[in-house]
């Protein structure tokens, strides 16, 4: 009887241990230490930068693929010079749960330069767009940076609800002063699925209607670069193809350069 009781007690055991991994894990957790990150971080990218119209920044994409990769990156970047700042085109997670966005973020930010973080689909998953609006702030998001205006525009359809992206304020926020031109950055890119019904052609049409000299995507995990009516269209790898994009403004032109870590 004495055995049967202490078996009984173990799988007792076993069933709190496991509901208290479910609990740490759960996809509805979202209690953050971390907030407003993407803020913190441009206010550093903005107290650093040297005056001059050049401004050299690394972008990569799709980090959820290997977490392993990320290391590298980060650890490449580290022994770099001259960056001002790293773009995170999206997809920091798998499934949109907490510990995959706290993981993504202790990897990040051993960076010794300042990121940002685009929402990718995939963050949208189970919690993640709470998650992330509490940990790095709203999804759409800009700021000027000498004569650039960095634009993050949260184009995700299908796992917002199939909400239409918020055009509006995309087109308010191209409106730039004269004498500045704008770098747009994406997680969808324009021959996705999610952007049919009209949605990639209203994105490119209002960014053939102001000054724009690149925009950039994630989410297609290989590289391509096209010119479509005068403007420019960069794809962001996928971390595991072991590559980074470094982008060199100067004059108003984007210099891109592929560089394998």
Not at 149 to 155: E, T, W
Not at 198 to 222: C, N, Q, R, T, W
């Amino acid at each position: 009887m004495k055995t049967i009781y202490n078996g009984m007690m173990v799988m007792v055991l076993l069933v709190i241990c496991s509901c208290s991994k479910l609990t740490q894990y759960s996809p509805y957790d979202a209690n953050t230490e971390h907030s407003n990150v993407n803020s913190q971080n441009i206010s550093e990218i903005l107290s650093k930068q040297q005056p001059g119209d050049s401004l050299v920044f690394i972008a990569i994409s799709d980090t959820h693929t290997d977490y392993s990769d990320l290391r590298a990156a980060v650890t490449t970047i580290n022994e770099m010079e001259g960056i001002s700042f790293v773009m995170v085109c999206g997809d920091i997670t798998d499934w949109g749960l907490f510990k995959e966005l706290d993981d993504y973020y202790h990897l990040i930010s051993r960076l010794n330069i300042p990121f940002v973080t685009l929402i990718g689909n995939h963050d949208y998953l189970s919690n993640g767009k709470l998650i992330f609006n509490k940990m790095f702030g709203p999804t759409n998001y800009y700021f000027d940076i000498g004569n650039y205006r960095m634009v993050v525009f949260d184009n995700v359809v299908w796992e917002n609800g199939n909400q239409e992206p918020d055009f509006e304020w995309f087109q308010q926020t191209l409106n730039i002063p004269k004498g500045m031109t704008s770098i747009t950055c994406f997680h969808i890119h324009r021959f996705d699925p999610q952007l049919d019904n009209g949605y990639a052609d209203k994105m490119l049409g209002i960014i053939e209607k102001y000054p724009v000299s690149l925009s950039i995507f994630g989410h297609g995990h290989d590289y391509w670069e096209e010119e479509v009516n005068n403007r420019r269209y960069l794809m962001v790898p996928d971390i595991t193809m072991r590559n980074m994009t470094k982008i060199t403004l100067a004059n108003k032109t984007a210099t891109i350069q592929i560089l394998s870590f």
